[in-house]
T-cell receptor
Framework: EDKVVQSPLSLVVHEGDTVTLNCSYE??????LLWYKQEKKAPTFLFML??SGIEKKSGRLSSILDKKELFSILNITATQTGDSAVYLC????????????WGLGTSLAVNP | NAGVTQTPKFQVLKTGQSMTLQCAQD?????MSWYRQDPGMGLRLIHY???????DQGEVPNGYNVSRSTTEDFPLRLLSAAPSQTSVYFC??????????????FGPGTRLTVL
């Protein structure tokens, strides 16, 4: 059965810290891995990763995929209180690349 | 451009009642889907559609019906509400293109409580 596991489940840091969120997966015929950010509303898209070793970057956020070891990490540097959210990881397989398998998320709290 | 809209934002039902959650998008997306999100369970796919007239089941379809008569609208019907259907419901849409994957845009959600 396809599954996506995120760790840690929750994390509390201080502003300015750097955090690393983990997402491991077991997916038949893997196609892509996606990261979303969910504040107290709908998830919003951050990154899509399809190839190993190629970093995607947006401001203080970056992410990389390891298709050999079947995981991805999401890094946030110089965290701010506005980064407080649940970060969701999802995978798509080639059979139906819109039928996503979701992890439970990592709840990040950034304290001032 | 409103994106994905959902109504209502909140709803309380009694067991056995039926209702329809509305979802509309104005981005001309072919793909639309319904998820429910529960604590400790993550996002679970209920039903999805790849175009008008085409629907399919997701992980947790029991107790829900959908139809897709237009590209814009994808209503979710609860046939006979049960307390187990208490959840937050999200509608999402994306293009069906030739790319590897097309970003899914989510609506603001409907918080449903079944007593």
């Amino acid at each position: 059965e396809d599954k996506v596991v995120q760790s840690p489940l929750s994390l509390v840091v201080h502003e300015g810290d750097t955090v690393t969120l983990n997402c491991s997966y077991e997916v038949t015929n893997f196609r892509s891995l996606l990261w979303y950010k969910q504040e107290k509303k709908a998830p919003t898209f951050l990154f899509m990763l399809t190839s190993s070793g190629i970093e995607k970057k947006s401001g203080r956020l970056s992410s990389i995929l390891d298709k050999k070891e079947l995981f991805s990490i999401l890094n946030i540097t110089a965290t701010q209180t506005g980064d407080s959210a649940v970060y969701l990881c999802a995978t798509a397989n080639a059979g139906n690349n819109r039928k996503l398998i979701w992890g439970l998320g990592t709840s990040l709290a950034v304290n001032p | 451009n409103a994106g994905v809209t959902q109504t209502p934002k909140f709803q309380v039902l009694k067991t056995g009642q039926s209702m329809t959650l509305q979802c509309a998008q104005d981005m001309n997306h072919e793909y639309m889907s319904w998820y429910r999100q529960d604590p400790g369970m993550g996002l679970r796919l209920i039903h999805y559609s790849v175009g008008a007239g085409i629907t399919d089941q997701g992980e947790v379809p029991n107790g829900y019906n959908v139809s897709r008569s237009t590209t814009e609208d994808f209503p979710l019907r609860l046939l006979s509400a049960a307390p187990s259907q208490t959840s937050v419901y999200f509608c999402a849409s994306s293009y069906v293109g030739t790319g590897l994957y097309n970003e899914q845009f989510f609506g603001p959600g409907t918080r449903l409580t079944v007593l």
